[in-house]
């Protein structure tokens, strides 16, 4: 049994974590830690996880304590945390899947520009393999190190990939238009998630490249083109809970059909456990990928103006959190990579 440390048990995340490691058959959750909650049961924070998973203990976050107990920890915490604890514990052998952006982008100076925290140490930084399996599975395996992606930039990098890598569009003008149910932001009050002021509300954010996943996109694009490339990215915020949409524009370089373009995705994603690509005429939505590890892929042909669009579903907290970590962890550790994520979306 692989013995698992949760940092941030207590966030929307952490408690992903526990929801889907709860049912995994080769691990036991032996630490969980919080800030506010330190010395109560996991459970009188939620008590919908019942009497096994909530009892779990809440520790102060210890870098040796969790080191000495777990073989591998989950940082779900927020950005600037992260990247201090990370290095006592792969220091003392721990593996680390890091679902916060300390470690996503290699850049350090990237990072302080657009996080406003100190980059990580620059050593364990150059390690860290970014989490992304569909694109990275083999640097993600011997890594001591995962940084997770974000959920924004998963959606994206998966509508892009197989366009960029054959080569079928243009580098320029790529436009990623993303919506997010709210517990993206996280279980922290504030006043941008209040009720009154989401519910029967939709608004984009963060315009014209003023989003911290901008550059995390960008880079994962420019590894995929070979080239620099610079995206429009429009983050909304929508009121639901849990999903991501993102209808992603791209320019085709030349004119191509609908069944051409899907043949590429299909090509591309053949032993991608968890991309679907939806046959022709048959576009995603955020419902039917809900509380699945998924991302659901769908694409047109807008032949008027030679544009293909993407239109790509996820569920934020589990493809774009908890079970991309979990898909990491079972690389890591050697394991079948849909091991303990096979559940279907529940729906409706
Ligand atoms: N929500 C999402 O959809 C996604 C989130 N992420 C990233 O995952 C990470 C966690 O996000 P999320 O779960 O939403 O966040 P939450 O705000 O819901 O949870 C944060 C967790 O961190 C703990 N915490 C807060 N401050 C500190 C501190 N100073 N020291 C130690 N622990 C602390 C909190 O403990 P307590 O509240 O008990 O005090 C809580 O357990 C973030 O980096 C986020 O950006 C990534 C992809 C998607
Ligand atoms: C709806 C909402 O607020 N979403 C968050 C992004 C989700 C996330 O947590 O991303 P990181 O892991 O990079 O922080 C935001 O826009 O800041």
Not at 217 to 236: M, N, W, Y
Request: glycine share 10%; net charge negative.
């Amino acid at each position: 049994m692989i013995r698992v440390g949760i940092a941030g048990a207590t966030g929307y995340t952490g408690v992903e974590l526990v929801r889907i490691l709860s049912r995994h058959p080769q691990v036991r959750i032996v630490a969980g830690t919080s800030e506010q909650y330190q010395g109560s049961a996991l459970g009188a924070v939620f008590p919908h996880l019942g009497e096994e998973a909530g009892a779990l203990e809440l520790l102060p976050l210890e870098a040796e304590r969790l080191a000495a107990a777990c073989d591998v920890v989950f940082l779900a915490l927020p950005h600037g945390v992260a990247g201090s604890v990370a290095p006592a514990l792969v220091a003392e052998g721990v593996k680390v899947i890091d679902l916060g952006a300390d470690f996503r982008l290699r850049d350090p100076e990237a990072y302080r520009a657009w996080y406003r925290h100190d980059p990580a140490p620059a050593e364990l930084l150059a390690e860290a393999a970014y989490g992304l399996p569909e694109l990275y599975r083999e640097a993600i395996r011997p890594a001591r190190l995962v940084a997770n992606p974000g959920c924004y930039p998963t959606s994206c990098a998966l509508a892009a990939a197989p366009l960029l890598k054959a080569g079928l569009v243009e580098t320029r003008g790529i436009v990623f238009d993303s919506k997010s149910g709210v517990s993206g932001a996280g279980r922290g009050v504030s006043l941008g998630v209040h009720f009154g002021e989401v519910n029967e509300n939709f608004k984009a954010y963060s315009v014209a490249g003023t989003h911290r996943h901008t550059p995390e996109i960008e880079q994962t694009l420019s590894d995929l083109a070979g080239e620099a490339i610079r995206v429009t990215f429009t983050p909304h915020l929508v009121p639901m809970t849990r999903g991501i949409l993102t209808t992603a524009y791209f320019q085709l370089k030349e004119p191509v059909s609908r069944e051409a373009v899907l043949e590429v995705f299909r090509d591309f994603y053949r032993g991608a456990p968890f991309v679907r690509v939806r046959p022709a005429g048959n576009l995603p939505q955020t419902k039917e990928v809900w509380g699945s590890n998924r991302c659901d892929i769908g694409v047109e042909v807008d032949a008027r103006t030679g544009r293909v669009l993407v239109v790509a579903v996820l569920d934020n907290l589990v493809k774009g959190a908890a079970g991309q970590a979990v898909q990491n962890m079972n690389l890591l550790f050697g394991l079948p990579e849909t091991l303990g994520l096979e559940a279907l979306p529940v729906y409706p």
